[in-house]
């Protein structure tokens, strides 16, 4: 299976339903697709612009300064002490390592990868790229014999689903009996909200308690698309295995997938600054405290969603048929088809809109 095999962008069957929003009489919100909608911090914003003579070609496997960055971020924020620049490395972006793994870690027909069972779509489609199998499973003991690539999301999108450490500790030895590489996306990880996660940090794959001294076969990838309101620098790294490391920034120089000199610039300044993603994260919380009861009020249940930027929500007919609903009131949604299978009758609703924004969806869901 090649590029011109893929399915039409499932995005556009939401086409009719946003043209249905966009005539209510007091706009559109657009809860549909979670794009951050505040500024860029100005200390982020200036190291960009100090770095914008960037004439010669940067570096694949990114600057010292931003490897070191990379690995003191996750000893101070993740718990995962000694990683050195080999277990790290940046990306264009997160969603192009999901789609580009299978493909830089040589997989193909005969393969299988494992994805979460409410699952962002890349997973699969990385998959159906180089002809190998996707599979949906959550639990370890369900990963089939010839898997080669099991994805694993937490916090998950679009369920906001929180992997605790002994499920964590499961994948890593299922993975590891099938020979399997584990990969966690864990680019929510900064925005936990109910339980144990309200104030503790979401657990990533390699933080000693999960893997111990051993990263052998696993990789964590992260982005700071959300927590720092770079959605348009597409800036994300990995680490873990250092011979993964090595192996996919072989593949991804001979790609030229090379993260712009001045965004590796910015990464550094980002990854060094934790005040921004703390008044970040009190945005969402403050816009999911008006959306999320709001939401409930109008006859929906919310399942899951303990972290991350979404409300996983049902009212227990087809997503399709919420979708209209909520579109008769101005307000878009994601239809859980996009998401596999498995949730034909729940929604996602994304907390990247404006204050204003959140205010007049709750508005609406009360009145409905």
Known sequence: MGVADLADYPWDAVAPYAETARRHPGGIVDLSIGSPVDPTPDVVADALKAATDAHAYPQTAGTPLL?????????????????????????????????????????????????????????????????????????????????KLVWINSPGNPDGRVLGVDHLRRAVSRARELGAVLASDECYAELGWEGEWADAAVPSILDPRVVGDDLAGVISVYSLSKQSNLAGYRAAFLAGDPTIVARLLTGRKHLGLMPPAPVQ?????????????????????????????????AGFRIDRSEAGLYLWATEGRDAWESLGRLADLGILAGPGHFYGSHFPQHVRLSLTATDERIRTAAERLRSA
């Not at 990385?126 to 499973?137: D, F, I, K, Q, Y």
């Open 67 to 147: 490897r070191e960055a990379i690995a003191q971020w996750y000893a101070r924020r993740r718990g995962v002490a000694g990683l050195t620049p080999e277990h790290v490395l940046p990306t264009v972006g997160s969603k192009e390592l999901v789609a580009l793994l299978p493909l830089l870690l040589g997989l193909g027909e005969g393969d299988t990868v494992v994805h979460p069972r409410a699952a962002y779509p890349t997973y699969e489609v990385g998959a159906r790229l180089v002809g190998a199998t996707p599979v949906a499973a959550d639990d370890p003991a369900e990963w089939p014999t010839g898997t």
């Open 265 to 297: 610039a910015a990464m550094v300044t980002a990854l060094g600054d934790d005040a921004h993603v703390r008044a970040q994260k009190a945005r969402y919380a403050a816009r999911r405290a008006v959306l999320k009861p709001a939401v409930e009020a």
